[in-house]
């Protein structure tokens, strides 16, 4: 019994490698099997070995795919089968990069006519080129073996590379996909706008002069969290306790006693967004959303919550690191808002500052 349980585990570990194995091999099968279809129409249109061929960097609709560069992670492999099949001589991806530079284009501006004349310059017979697509888990690659005299198409080949499997295999010539979840830390400033207010008496005691301290609401630290729902929808939720101080001239009924008490203002700031990425480079994206602000000030009895719109930018000089600068516009939240407790004393309201509708937040995000 005991070894026909040790069999079973020893048979399923050799499925699970082979799978495995077969796995890891698929895109060098795919990119072999489209070099020896370009060899073999080589052959039957009798052209000779060791023709010059170029590989140019492959194209995408997609901004993304433009973005990640996983066009030159296509052609790259597929340089790698095509020096290995020893058929054709491959031109080295310098003397391609040198004709654009010369020509002055980018890969990402590249047209089907563009291509032809890099190739062409570049000194190449034969030019490898074609798209790249993104269908549900795969990219689709449509591949073209072009004629440079010509511009014929002598051949076309179109294949599906599973995401994750070609990603591991690209993964020297392709820019990494953003990690899906992040935490970061920030500074939020709330401007607010000083008001005058009449002096109020309760419990013996006159209180006037209310004033805050400065002309915002600022944070010592905010803390959020980030979750990429797909590439271009992202998910942000924030807490900060913004904190000003007050102060207040007490004086006692009949001129017996003056003085000036201080307290904090604290308010709880919590912001929800929704928002759509928009990448610029490689290294910085824009994002435009929409959300709520929830807004809770103690001392003054005040809660509210408020609908928002948000924009911000991020530059992530490292994969795992960004800094961004975010920016809130509250929609509603001009109100005045109404000193009620002085050192935990109730008074009557004393208005004290306008909110101003937009807010700010530099912050540095940390992924994972």
């Not at 449509?142 to 599973?162: K, M, P």
């Not at 994750?164 to 690209?170: M, N, P, V, Y």
């Not at 805050?212 to 969290?225: I, P, T």
Request: with cysteine; proline share 3%; glycine share 6%.
């Amino acid at each position: 019994m005991l070894k026909r349980q040790f069999t079973i585990v020893i048979l399923v570990a050799v499925v699970i490698l082979s799978a495995g194995i077969a796995s890891a091999d698929y895109i060098e099968r795919e990119c072999a099997l489209i070099s020896d279809k370009f060899d073999r129409v080589r052959q039957s249109l009798q052209m000779e070995t060791q023709l010059a061929i170029a590989v140019i960097p492959f194209t995408s609709r997609l901004t993304d795919l433009q973005q990640r560069n996983i066009g030159f992670g296509v052609s790259e492999l597929l340089t790698g089968s095509l020096v290995n099949k020893r058929t054709f001589t491959v031109l080295e991806r310098s003397q391609i990069e040198k004709v654009l530079s010369e020509q002055k284009l980018s890969l990402t501006g590249l047209t089907a006519d563009s291509a032809l004349k890099v190739g062409e310059l570049a000194g190449a017979k034969l030019i490898v080129m074609g798209t790249v697509d993104k269908i549900g888990e795969n990219y689709r690659i449509n591949c073209r073996l072009v004629s440079a005299e010509n511009g014929t198409v002598l051949a076309s080949h179109l294949s599906d590379f599973r995401i994750d499997e070609f990603e591991k295999k690209a993964k020297d010539y392709i820019v990494p996909k953003k990690e899906a979840m992040g935490a970061y830390l920030g500074w939020r400033i709330i401007p607010i706008t000083r008001v005058t207010n009449s002096p109020v008496s309760i419990g013996g005691c006159d209180y006037k002069n209310a004033v805050v301290s400065s002309d915002r609401l600022s944070s010592v630290a905010c803390y959020g969290n980030r979750f990429y729902v797909s590439e271009n929808l992202v998910f942000d939720l924030s807490f900060a306790k913004t904190t000003s101080r007050s102060q207040v001239t007490i004086v006692m009924t009949g001129g017996s006693g003056e003085w000036t008490a201080s307290d904090q203002v604290n308010c709880a700031d919590v912001i929800l967004t929704a928002s759509r990425a928009i990448p610029l480079n490689p290294k910085m994206d824009i994002f435009l959303g929409t959300g709520i602000n929830y807004l809770s000030i103690a001392s003054a009895d005040y809660t509210r919550a408020f609908p928002l719109v948000s924009a911000s930018f991020e530059w992530r000089p490292w994969q795992r690191v960004g800094f961004s600068l975010w920016a809130y516009y509250r929609f509603g939240s001009t109100d005045v808002i109404s000193l009620r407790s002085v050192q935990n004393r109730s008074i009557l309201p004393m208005p004290i500052f306008q909110l101003d509708p937009l807010s700010i937040m530099p912050v540095v995000s940390f992924y994972f």
